[in-house]
């Protein structure tokens, strides 16, 4: 039997981009956002598989921040805050895109993106030199927020919009990305406050508690996952770039000074967590970033190859007092820490994390997705499967009797009892068993026993593992062990 894999090499990865989004519908991973209205854009609903992966993965960097490091401490702050939050983090001033409209098709772009758009056109057509310099000279105007040379890069290179075909384009404006909403009934006097556009503000506004009570010393950490909205202009490809997203991120709270070795500590820490999902470290690489944003002293992205290329999966920034100051100045509370080693008070200068859970969640997803071709000479074949980490897989194990008759629905469902307390299982008794098997490969499920006749005369059972469909005999009382050594 030859088992091909023929992802990797799928004529148009695209095309695979498009295989892995409807997959997760047909599979109950991910759905449009109240599609039964036609969708809303960019916004995306997690299903019953889905919303498992993304907990075990949230659970997953949860457990290697906090409880792997003795001291990261997590917390869970409210998504509102007092609105003079975001005048102080300079998001109310600064937290804009540049963006220009094609003045026939009304289609707002976002400049950066428009450019790279191109660059990559130019490289799918062998002219490589040509797209890097366009990518070097887009960063050197971006970095000197230089707009009309912008402008000017746009036309000479006769950049097009996708929808029209024609180069008319505005000028370049900025636009501010934070939702804002009111908070109070509209009777009373009306408070305009903002959707948080990322979670790292909650961690701020509590750091003298958070320092207090847990009584750390510097340096430490405070990490958090939760809700960022962002009212993205160019919202697109999938879970990738949404309106309503989710942020795993830790602040790191050290000595000014020693920002250097911090930001190179963090670089090669996540990189190492990265890889620790059974990632090949091929499929990933850092972006340094040339234009800083308002808050950091150096800044590098990690990007993992998506199906659709090299893209930002976490941010590493070393914002060094920015944000602290800042609160100190707007609240008029002082953000300073005494560090008794050295006998001085100081405003600590901070490392952040930033890491999308949704964009982990598609990368997970992208490195999963296969198309087998289990061909032999005398029968075609082919499966779909999803070969997510077990420890991440939203079903451990699959029980499935052979047959609705003779006792065996009983033998499975007491494997079922067994195993449930321990690790999310399935029980499944309708179609063959080949169909099953082929159910539980799409899903990503890495074991399934299958109950027997045999089962009962020696409390025996089939063990199939997903990834290489290898079956093997093995006892009932050993079922547990064997799938739990692999999901810790
Ligand atoms: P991008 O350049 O792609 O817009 P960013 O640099 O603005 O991203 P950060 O502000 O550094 O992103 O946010 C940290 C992380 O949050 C990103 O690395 C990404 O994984 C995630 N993220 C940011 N915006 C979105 C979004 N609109 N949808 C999904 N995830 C997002």
């Known amino acids: 039997m030859s088992t091909t894999i023929f992802a990797a090499t799928m004529a148009n990865d695209n095309k695979k981009f498009q295989a892995i989004i409807s997959h997760c519908k047909e599979y109950g991973y991910i759905f449009p956002s109240s599609e ?4 809303l854009s960019a916004v995306y609903d997690y299903g019953e598989w889905g919303s498992e992966l993304k907990k075990n993965i949230k659970d997953y960097w949860w ?23 975001w005048k102080a983090s300079g998001h109310v001033d600064n937290f804009s895109d540049p963006m220009i409209d094609n003045k026939d098709s009304k289609k707002r772009y976002r400049v950066d993106h428009l450019i790279e758009n191109f660059a990559e056109e130019l490289e799918e057509k062998g002219e490589s030199d040509r797209a890097k310099k366009l990518l070097e000279e887009m960063d050197r105007l971006l970095a000197a927020s ?91 490809q999938f879970i990738f770039r949404m309106r309503e997203f989710e942020q795993m991120e830790m602040q790191y709270f050290i000595r000014p000074g020693t920002q250097k070795e911090w930001y190179a500590f963090w670089k090669a820490e996540r990189m190492k967590w990265h890889q620790s999902l059974g990632i090949g470290p091929e499929k990933f690489r850092f972006h340094d970033h040339v234009k800083l944003a308002h808050y950091a002293d150096a800044a590098c992205d990690i990007e993992y190859e998506f199906p659709i290329g090299f893209k930002e999966v976490e941010g590493i920034h070393s914002r060094t007092d920015f944000d602290l100051r800042n609160h100190q100045q707007y609240s008029k509370k002082k953000m300073q820490y005494f560090d008794s080693e050295i006998n001085q008070n100081y405003i600590p200068y901070v490392i952040e994390t930033s890491i999308g ?78 169909k099953r098997y082929r159910r539980m490969d799409a899903i990503g499920t890495p074991f399934c026993v299958t109950v027997d006749q045999q089962s009962k005369e020696d409390g025996t059972v089939t063990i199939r593992y997903r990834d290489s469909m290898q079956q093997d005999r093995i006892e009932i009382s050993r079922i547990k062990e064997i799938v739990e050594k692999q999901i810790f």
Request: hydrophobic share 40%; with cysteine.
């Open 146 to 236: 230089d707009y009309e040379g912008l402008k000017q890069l746009i036309e000479q290179n006769k950049i097009k919009c996708s929808v029209s075909g024609t180069a008319h384009w505005t000028d370049i404006r900025q636009f501010n990305l934070m939702f804002s909403t009111q908070l109070g009934s509209v009777t009373e006097e009306a408070n305009e406050i903002y959707l948080r556009p990322e979670t790292a503000q909650g961690i701020f506004v509590n750091f003298l508690n958070v320092q207090k009570t847990s009584r750390l010393k510097i340096p430490f950490g405070i990490a958090q996952v939760g809700k960022a909205f962002r009212n993205e202009i160019v919202a697109r």
């Open 36 to 39: 039964i209205y036609d969708g």
């Open 63 to 85: 457990k290697s921040m906090t409880q792997m490091h003795e001291n990261i401490v997590g917390i869970d702050a409210a998504i509102f805050m007092h609105p003079t939050t």
């Open 357 to 434: 859970l949704d964009r982990t969640v598609l990368m997970v997803l992208s490195e999963a997705y296969r198309e087998e071709d289990l061909s032999t000479a005398d029968k075609q074949d082919s499966r779909v499967v999803l070969a997510i980490p077990p420890r991440l897989a939203p079903i451990k194990l699959a029980i499935l009797p052979l047959v609705k008759k003779d006792g065996l629905p009983e033998i499975a469902r007491q494997i079922m009892d067994q195993c449930k307390p321990w690790f999310r299982c399935f029980y499944e008794e309708k179609d063959t068993i080949g």
